[in-house]
């Protein structure tokens, strides 16, 4: 009898997908056929590090100190105190995908040692 079925390689043990109804010690013949199946990581779309908008917080940040800010890219999209407004300041503008920070004051900044 043949049957076909998915198995996945662990630990150097081929693991079926779906419950074998064999004897225990029972030979088989394997056929293998490699499957390439992406990772659940790998996306159509490149990766937005968003290094533009890390950019900016490093350098442009001081003055929105205690608000939310919107970015897009370099460029500031909005502020705020509340999130909410910046958000929807942000979906006002158009911006697809903006970026979101929380701009920390001064005495926010945790503490790093003595």
């Known amino acids: 009898m043949v049957r076909h079925l998915e198995a996945v390689y662990e630990q150097g043990i081929l693991r079926p997908l779906e419950p074998l109804v064999l ?4 030979r088989v013949r394997l056929t293998i ?4 199946a ?4 790998e996306s159509a ?4 590090e968003r290094r533009e908008e890390l950019q900016w917080l490093a350098r442009e940040s001081g003055p929105y100190a205690g608000e939310w800010v919107a970015l897009d890219g ?6 705020d105190e509340r999130l909410a407004i ?6 006002a503008a158009g911006v697809s995908e903006p970026f979101f920070a ?5 005495q926010d900044t945790p503490f ?3």
């Open 102 to 106: 929380s701009v920390p004051r001064d």
């Open 38 to 41: 992406p990772l659940i990581w």
């Open 112 to 114: 790093g040692g003595w």
């Open 86 to 91: 910046v958000s929807a300041a942000a979906k």
């Open 45 to 48: 779309r490149p990766v937005n």
């Open 23 to 26: 004897a225990e010690h029972q």
């Open 74 to 79: 370099p460029n500031l999209v909005a502020h």
């Open 33 to 36: 056929e490699e499957k390439t």
